[in-house]
């Protein structure tokens, strides 16, 4: 990984302590494209500047609405790469072929574009620094990394000494998410230890396999049931299905796993 500082200006910046819940109440507030950057082949950065937006906690996320010039509108909902009480929110956009609105925000929107955001939202998805002893076992399929980025940041942050480990299954290193910020949090004291999959090609001379997530690699990677990690599962529906199965066979509390799919809609 890179040693270098992330993009000036697009940085998931780590999360200061959370303000009260009741005073994040969802809802609809303009926001204006402050940078942009290409994350992925497939996927962009988009900093957004939204004056009236009162913070969020790591994990949550907001519903996104773009309006035409014919005043057509379309929505989708979309993970939180930041966290905290500032004005600024990062999204890190993956683009769904023949989708509505990903293309639009992947390929076209540019600094100084208006749209509107709806949150923040999501109560259950959540991880904050100093609330529980309980080791946190990260599972990210392609974009699901997104929410979970900022528990890492945060966690980083704090200095916080509950372990870590972050497994990131993904097609090449090119499409591998927060490179940068990734490397930072592994350079903190808080303890951290990530695991990553490639399905297609491994770093060159990394030595390591190539091919899709497999239970016996799930099992190699992530905490063992009896330390009674607080999990945390992210990525399309079927990679959080299949991952969900392995975990109860190999003996978790699948119950007691915070997951989050997303859907094809674009």
């Not at 697009?10 to 109440?25: D, I, K, N």
């Not at 929505?75 to 600024?88: H, N, Q």
């Not at 002893?133 to 916080?160: C, E, K, N, W």
């Not at 949090?185 to 808080?190: E, Q």
């Amino acid at each position: 990984m890179s040693g270098s500082s992330p993009v000036d200006g697009l940085e998931a910046r780590p999360a200061p302590a959370p303000s009260a819940a009741s005073r994040r109440r969802p809802a609809w507030h303009p926001a204006t494209v402050a940078a942009v950057a290409q994350e992925t082949p497939n996927a962009r950065r988009i900093v957004l500047d939204v004056p009236t937006w009162p913070g969020n906690d790591p994990g949550q996320h907001l519903d996104l609405r773009l309006t035409a010039e014919d005043g057509y509108q379309a929505s989708r909902s979309y993970s939180i790469a930041s966290a905290g009480e500032g004005t600024r929110v990062v999204l890190a956009v993956d683009r769904v072929e023949g989708g509505e609105v990903s293309p639009f925000l992947v390929d076209a929107i540019e600094v100084g574009d208006g749209l509107d955001v709806h949150g923040p939202l999501g109560g259950w998805f959540v991880w904050r620094p100093g609330r529980s002893d309980r080791p946190v076992q990260l599972i990210a399929g392609g974009s699901g990394i997104v929410p979970l980025l900022p528990m890492v940041t945060a966690h980083a942050a704090a200095d916080d000494p509950v372990p870590f480990r972050l497994l990131a299954a993904t097609r090449t290193p090119e499409d591998d998410f927060f490179v940068e910020e990734l490397d930072a949090a592994l350079r903190s004291p808080a303890p951290l230890e990530v695991t990553h999959v490639y399905s297609r090609r491994a770093p060159e001379g990394s030595g390591m396999p190539v091919g899709r997530l497999t239970r016996d690699a799930l099992e190699r990677a992530v905490f063992p049931p009896e330390v009674g990690a607080l999990v945390y599962v992210c990525g399309s529906t079927p990679f959080v299905e299949q991952v969900l199965r392995w975990l109860g066979e190999l003996g978790h509390d699948v119950s007691d796993v915070r997951a989050e799919r997303f859907g094809g809609a674009g």
